[in-house]
């Protein structure tokens, strides 16, 4: 049974950080891009961040280019998402998803993902 467990969500102020991570089980990573996500009260779900299986090259919506870093580690176990420079404008639920296919395309979009965690809140706020 595929799992993803996110952790590291909180409130911070603006311009602070903030890792999230992403446990995985049930499945081998090896095969599997993975994602991130995340979605405001109110608004559409919005694909932040992709890193690819076979060669961990990486994809950033624009609106966090620049400012968060997605990684796994040697193992491929956890993902991680390291959030600096942070704006009001990113608070959100944050989710990890797992990709049907060890690449990630040019966007990151929710129909290339299959498997969804619970998710994490994080608050920018001061």
């Known amino acids: 049974q595929v799992q993803l467990v996110e952790s590291g969500g909180g409130l911070v102020r603006p311009g602070g950080s903030l890792r999230l991570s992403c446990a995985a089980s049930g499945f081998t990573m090896d095969y599997y891009a993975m994602g991130w996500f995340r979605q405001a009260p109110g608004k559409e779900r919005e694909g932040v961040s992709c890193?690819?299986?076979?060669?961990?090259?990486?994809y950033y919506a624009d609106s966090v280019q620049g400012r968060f870093i997605m990684s796994r580690d040697t193992a491929k176990n956890p993902v991680y998402l390291q959030m600096n420079s942070l704006k009001p404008e990113d608070t959100a639920v944050y989710y990890c998803?797992?990709?049907?296919?060890?690449?990630?395309?040019?966007?990151?979009?929710?129909?290339?993902?299959?498997?969804w965690g619970q998710g994490t809140q994080v608050t920018v706020s001061s």
């Open positions: 998803a797992r990709n049907y296919s060890p690449y990630c395309a040019n966007y990151v979009r929710g129909a290339d993902f299959g498997s």
């Open positions: 890193i690819s299986s076979s060669d961990g090259s990486t």
